[in-house]
């Protein structure tokens, strides 16, 4: 049973340049949500994907905008990349019944560096 | 003040030692109560998962919630130099779609 899977593992971008982070649910899973985590902090929700719509946001610049696609995948995108936003950024997905969700499952993480 | 508190650490305990890892929060709101390992350079895996207060076991791991005083531990027995990790706590509020909210974890290590 494959897990969370998110590509590519390494990054590294200049300032004012945009990028793309792609994440693949585990098997059974509808719901995708985003995390940024910076070094020594635990991890920040960005927004959570669910039947291709935004379900929730969290207190992240609309620089941060996502997708998802048919088969529950998602994207990531960041433009006009600042140093600040150099970060792990993690894929969790679930599994949605309604309003209720099942625990949140991590990928490995994408890290990003903005040089 | 932030919503969950966790102290950074880093915690250094001899193998074999009980270690004890906490949280605090200020949301009487929270109901669901979890705890992540972390190790290097990877993403968190759930390690614990409870509801309300109480306690929970899970092999070497003892998860307990004390809804009263607004806090959480994570107890591991046995302690191994494969335990050593970042540890996060998480907790989200009962209805309505699972946004954890997290501790900034605190790192374990374990020495042989």
């Known amino acids: 049973d494959a897990g969370v899977t998110q590509s590519p593992t390494h990054l590294i971008k200049t300032r004012g340049q945009q990028v793309t982070l792609r994440c693949s649910p585990k098997?059974?899973?509808?719901?995708v949500s985003w995390y940024q985590q910076a070094l020594g902090q635990g991890p920040q929700f960005i927004f959570q994907?669910?039947?291709?719509?935004?379900?929730q946001r969290g207190n992240f610049p609309d620089r941060f905008s996502g997708h998802q696609f048919p088969n529950y995948s998602s994207e990531l995108n960041v433009n006009a990349l600042l140093l600040g936003d150099s970060a792990l950024y993690l894929c969790?997905?679930?599994?949605?019944?309604?309003?209720?969700?099942?625990?949140?499952?991590f990928g490995p993480g994408t890290r990003l560096l903005v040089l | 003040q932030k919503e969950v508190e966790q102290d950074p650490g880093p915690l250094s305990v001899p193998e074999g030692a009980i270690v004890s890892l906490n949280c605090t929060y200020s949301?009487?709101?929270?109901?669901?109560f979890m705890w992540y390992r972390q190790y290097s350079r990877k993403g968190p895996e759930l390690l614990m998962y409870t509801y309300s207060s109480g306690n929970k076991e899970d092999g070497r791991f003892t998860a307990q919630v004390d809804k009263s005083s607004k806090y959480i531990s994570l107890f591991i027995r046995d302690s191994q130099p494969s335990d050593s990790a970042t540890y996060l706590c998480a907790m989200n509020r009962s209805g309505g779609s699972y946004i954890p909210t997290f501790g900034r974890g605190t790192s374990l290590i374990v020495h042989p």
């Open positions: 994907y669910y039947e291709e719509e935004e379900r």
């Open positions: 098997s059974g899973h509808d719901t």
């Open positions: 969790a997905s679930s599994l949605s019944a309604g309003e209720y969700q099942e625990t949140q499952y």
């Open positions: 949301n009487s709101a929270f109901q669901y």
